[in-house]
Each structure stands twice: as C-alpha cells, then as structure tokens.
C-alpha cells in the first residue's frame, strides 16, 4: 500500500466561487473528517493529490499548515464528468493499528472452460475490514476451467492476511454464463423476416 506526503491549508473561504478560485490555482478543496471531531475544510495541491489517487485506497500522510502529520485515507472523489479533474475531495482521519472498511477490487485470472461461456463480475469491488497502514490493493481469484453455472461467492476468496470479509459470505462476486446460442438469434430474424 502507498503512503504518500502531501501538504494541505486550512480553507477559509466557502463557496462555489470560493471553489473555482481554489481549482483555478491548480489546487483541490477537500473535508477531512475525524470520529467526534468538526469537519476541516483543506486546500489541497492538485496534482499531488491527482497522483495519489491512481493507487486504491492510498495512505496519505497529511501535513496541514506545515504542523505535524496525520494519516487520512480518501473517503468520496468527485472528477469532472468530461475532463476528469478533481473537484473535491473527502477524507477521513485514521490512526494506526485502526480498522477501517473499504473497497478493494477483484481481479480474475485465468480462462474459462471451452465453450465461449462469458465472466460476470456481479460486483468488482468487494468490501473488506483492514487495519488501516495495511489495506490491500486488491484480490485475485482463478477462473481457470470454469464452465457456465459456476459461481464464486465471497467466502472462496482468499484475502491477505489481517483483512476480514465486511459482506455475507455467500455473495456472489462472479459467475459464469453460458453464451448465447447465435443459431436463435439468427431464427428469430429469419421469422422476423418472414412475416
């Protein structure tokens, strides 16, 4: 897992206009919040932040104002729908040894049985607890030779040490389907035609 530095300002000025300033200095607004604590309105760098990002549920070492540092993780990012900058961003306080849940992508390896059966990932992030200096990038599951019907609940998968399933053990993650058959598709068109 990273553990990134970045330096943060307290925000002073609230607002949509305060926020377009804040972006226009290539820079983030950004809440941190801490269990009990009021909210902290942050200035963030945004091309640092942008980086740290890339990696899932990265560990960031939060200097704000140039006094000491804290550990946050992100919380809520929101991107701009068409040029995919950040416009805000939400993180929450964590202290080590502290368990946290999260999402972790799961990532499947291997090929299907012949047949050209199709790969669900019913849901390709999976909830987990972790402690918090080490949460995992994610999970790999082999689908090597499964055939259509087969499914892979949360309890086959194996997490990395320390990390607790936060879902029923029966949920499905993934499953395979059987392929559609082309020879309906093409009778439905030839009666189609024919009528």
Do not use: W
């Amino acid at each position: 897992m990273a553990d990134v530095k970045i330096h943060a300002e307290t925000r002073r000025e609230f607002g949509k206009g305060a926020a377009r300033r804040v972006r226009r200095d290539g820079k983030v607004p950004g809440v941190v919040y801490e269990h009990g604590l009021e909210p902290l309105h942050l200035t963030l760098p945004g091309h640092e932040l942008l980086m740290a990002l890339r990696t899932p549920n990265v560990l960031i070492d939060l200097v704000i104002d140039g006094e000491g540092s804290q550990l946050a993780i992100p919380k809520a990012v929101q991107r701009d729908a068409v040029k995919g900058f950040l416009e805000h961003v939400d993180l929450l306080m964590v202290k080590r040894g502290e368990r946290v849940t999260v999402e972790i992508h799961v990532t499947a390896e291997g090929e299907l049985a012949p047949g050209g059966n199709l790969l669900e990932h019913v849901i390709p992030t999976l909830p987990i607890e972790a402690e918090a200096t080490n949460i995992p990038d994610g999970v790999t599951v082999s689908v090597q030779g499964l055939s259509a019907g087969a499914t892979i609940l949360a309890k086959d998968l194996v997490l990395p040490a320390g990390a607790k399933l936060a879902v029923d053990e029966d949920t499905v993650v993934l499953q395979v389907l059987a392929a559609q058959a082309e020879e309906a598709v093409e009778g439905e068109e030839g009666e189609a035609a024919q009528a």
